[in-house]
């Protein structure tokens, strides 16, 4: 076979293969049913279309039951969980919190939100995760324990509230063991698991190993609630705040509007909850067969210079996007150009949030293999085939 067959000319055609088509390929496209459209049908017969309905109560049981967190609150956004999430952690004006400068853009955006910002260290490339060790010295370097009992910055002079680690492209981060440095250092632990429902860490699913987790269902989500997000707790207390303030913090009574602090309208409409206990019944179904999609990838013998992401160690990936590592930044230029140019679509991993222009004066260690990574890492179509 010759390079050109192992190379991204090869790589096109076994895509094309893999999706049985000649047409433009996504990189990730949703998957519709005859039964997403019946319960979407029902909520729209039932009037209820906004924030109340039958639906946004089972698809919170239907998340508990799937993540086995005690509870479950259905968001409008992923970053609107986010949002809410730091806030519940106590993050306010003024506050740091430490994450990855891999990641989609929302995760800081939420972290500013709250009046605070986002601090990076270096991720892992097993897991493409915050590195643990990063975080350890990192808060071991630069950080004390105040008399408060908080975390705080001695080159700042800010309290490191809360740690926001990344489940990157559907893999399981250690953030177990991230929790376990926090622990130490008191800083509060949120776990964006945007990108990972139906991973599996330790046998325990993604989103749980903090005081606080979120998920997304946005359209290019393994499911979809077209727009949607949730939280995840263990916490009581905090899933009833979660419930309160993403309701415009509106108190009940039979007919006053009653509001007791700043709230915000972040629940998920009915309307989108329909779809969302629709496509979940089906998630095993998806990361069965993106697993598969995954081993087809993996199976390929390219002559070129190319590394397909496996799941880390001891976890079980729902493999959201696929992804390849090239040679160098050249490398992943030229596949990037050959493939979008042949109607297969494929992206770089996440603009670094360090280089960017809201972030780049924020506190962050060295990030060599967050450079390294984003020099050569392409995502590439994972749509789940064939369904």
């Known amino acids: ?26 990189l990730h496209a949703p998957r519709f049913s005859a039964q997403d459209k019946l319960f979407v049908c029902d909520a729209i017969d039932s009037t209820f279309v906004s924030s109340v309905g039958a639906y946004v109560d089972k698809f ?60 990076f260290v270096d991720i892992e490339r097993s897991t493409l995760g915050m590195s643990p060790d990063a975080l350890l010295n990192f808060l071991d370097e630069t950080s004390e324990i105040r008399g408060d009992g908080g975390c705080w910055n001695r080159n700042t002079g800010r309290r ?24 130490l250092f008191n800083v509060k632990v949120i776990e964006d698991a945007a990108e990972s429902l139906g991973s599996i860490r330790n046998r325990q699913h993604t989103g749980l190993a903090g005081q606080l987790g979120i998920l ?30 993403t309701t415009t ?52 013998k390219p002559s070129m210079d190319l590394e397909f992401i496996k799941e880390p160690p001891k976890t079980k990936s729902n493999y959201w996007l696929n992804a390849v590592l090239v040679e160098n930044k050249k490398a992943r230029d030229r596949f990037l150009e050959f493939t979008n140019a042949n109607a297969v679509m494929t992206r770089p991993m996440w603009t670094p949030m360090h280089t960017l222009p809201m972030y ?19 995502c590439v179509p994972s749509s789940v085939p064939g369904l």
Not at 1 to 24: A, H, K, Y
Not at 160 to 183: F, M, Q, S, T, Y
Not at 221 to 237: H, M, P, R, S
């Open 1 to 26: 076979m010759s390079s050109e067959e192992n190379g991204p000319e090869g790589f096109v055609e076994l895509v094309r293969q893999i999706f049985c088509t000649d047409q433009f390929i996504p």
């Open 360 to 378: 780049r004066d924020c506190t962050r260690t060295d990030l060599p293999i967050s450079e390294d990574v984003e020099s050569r890492l392409v």
């Open 249 to 300: 913090s509106k108190m009940p009574h039979p007919w006053l509007f009653l509001h007791n602090e700043v709230g915000f309208n972040y629940r998920l409409p009915n309307l989108n909850a329909a779809l969302g206990c629709s496509q979940i019944e089906r998630l095993e179904e998806f990361v069965g067969a993106k697993q598969a999609l995954a081993k087809a990838y993996q199976d390929w």
């Open 160 to 183: 490191i509230r809360a740690c926001l680690p990344v489940n990157n492209l559907g893999h399981p981060a250690r953030v177990d063991e991230i929790a376990k440095v926090c622990e």
């Open 60 to 119: 919170e049981n239907q998340l508990i039951d799937t993540t086995g967190a005690k509870f479950a609150v259905a968001t409008s956004t992923g970053t609107a969980a986010l949002h809410v999430a730091l806030l519940l952690a106590g993050v306010e004006q003024g506050d740091e919190v430490i994450t990855q400068t891999l990641t989609f853009v929302a995760t800081c955006n939420a972290i500013r939100y709250c009046g605070a910002d986002p601090v």
């Open 216 to 245: 997304s269902f946005n359209g290019n989500k393994i499911i979809t609630t077209g727009g949607g997000g949730a939280i995840l707790t263990n916490d009581q207390e905090l899933a009833q705040r979660a419930k309160h303030i």
